[in-house]
């Protein structure tokens, strides 16, 4: 018998396809932790403007990063960098314009995720992001890609920010979410594609309770076949 906190679970997917929301209930349902990968990229993101550092400043923001302490709370809700809550800060438009030119760069991957990979090494995890099938975790025992249209994906995250109090409206969204997969997907690095052996979850028509009991049902079979004797996630 394999003593470990549990399974790899690896989500990957385009932007607003509702792998946080389906991640983290994921987690809760399994007593396991979450961690949404791309908050991290966001910090940078934010750190990276409020120092005015460049996505061509390399050396600069190589410095920048490994000088950062991220730390999850709340089950993956809630953010630290270096002891300060950027959860609210990470959403704001002028961050999630900037993220994905600062997620190209092949030197913040490379530090990101080997501290990804530290935070995941224990097992017992679901871990969301762009990357997290191909790079991160390319051994994780299930390995989920979800996706959703367009349109679908851009009126979801509409709803969200509005939620969260910002005034914005759907175009920009929409906008946001087009270029962001553009580069995303498009990268030299670790860009966002599926992998042979992940399960393709189309959320378009789905609630979120369907995707989420997709992903346990099959979780619960591998943890099973897995003979895996789990302990605790803390
Ligand atoms: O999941 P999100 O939309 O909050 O992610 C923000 C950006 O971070 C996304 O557009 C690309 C980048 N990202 C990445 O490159 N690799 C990851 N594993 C997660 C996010």
Avoid: W
Wanted: charged share 30%.
């Amino acid at each position: 018998m394999i003593t470990r906190k549990g399974i790899i679970i690896a989500i990957d997917g385009p932007a607003g396809a509702g792998k946080s929301t389906t991640a983290k209930l994921l987690a809760e349902k399994l007593n396991y932790k979450y961690i949404d990968t791309g908050a991290m990229y966001r910090a940078v993101t934010l750190y990276a403007l409020r120092n005015s550092i460049k996505p061509e400043e390399k050396d600069k923001l190589v410095e920048l990063v490994k000088n950062m302490d991220f730390r999850f709370e709340n089950n993956g809700s809630v953010l630290f960098v270096n002891k300060e809550n950027v959860s609210e800060e990470i959403r704001k438009p002028e961050v999630s314009s900037k993220v994905s030119e600062f997620s190209k760069i092949a030197e913040v991957r490379e530090i990101l995720v080997q501290k990804q990979r530290e935070i995941g090494a224990e097992g017992g995890i679901v871990m969301e992001g762009r990357d997290i099938t191909t790079a991160v975790f390319p051994n994780a025992e299930l390995k989920i890609f979800l996706t959703a249209d367009l349109d679908i994906r851009a009126y979801r995250r509409l709803i969200e920010l509005k939620n969260k109090g910002m005034n914005i409206n759907l175009d920009d969204v929409r906008d946001n979410l087009e270029t962001r997969d553009l580069i995303d997907s498009n990268r030299e690095v670790n860009p966002l594609m599926v992998t042979e052996d992940s399960i393709v979850i189309d959320t378009t028509k789905l609630t979120i309770d369907e995707q989420v009991d997709a992903i346990y049902n099959k979780a619960q079979e591998i943890i099973k076949s897995l003979n895996l004797n789990q302990s605790h996630r803390n």
